[in-house]
């Protein structure tokens, strides 16, 4: 079974950088979950963030910026 809750190091190494560089980049934007004193990163979030990165997908948008971007389309309706 694959562990899902990375520590720090872990983490790190999973996204193939140094703690250090983790804790300069990503921890800053994937926040970590804290069970006890423990602080532990979610590999589906760190994925997410990785696939974002490199281009594989587009990152959330807002649910209002998803709505004012269907209100451009109707406002410019396809014929």
């Excluded at 899902?4 to 970590?32: N, W």
Aim: glycine content about 6%; some cysteine.
């Amino acid at each position: 079974m694959t562990q899902r809750l990375l520590s720090r190091h872990q983490a790190a190494a999973y996204c193939g950088i140094s703690a250090p560089h983790f804790d300069a980049t990503v921890a800053k934007e994937v926040p970590a979950l804290q069970l006890g004193r423990r602080n532990l990163w979610d590999r589906k979030l760190l994925d997410r963030w990785l696939d974002v990165r490199s281009g594989i997908t587009e990152e959330f948008r807002s649910i209002d910026d998803w709505l004012e971007g269907l209100g451009a389309d109707r406002a410019h309706p396809r014929r």
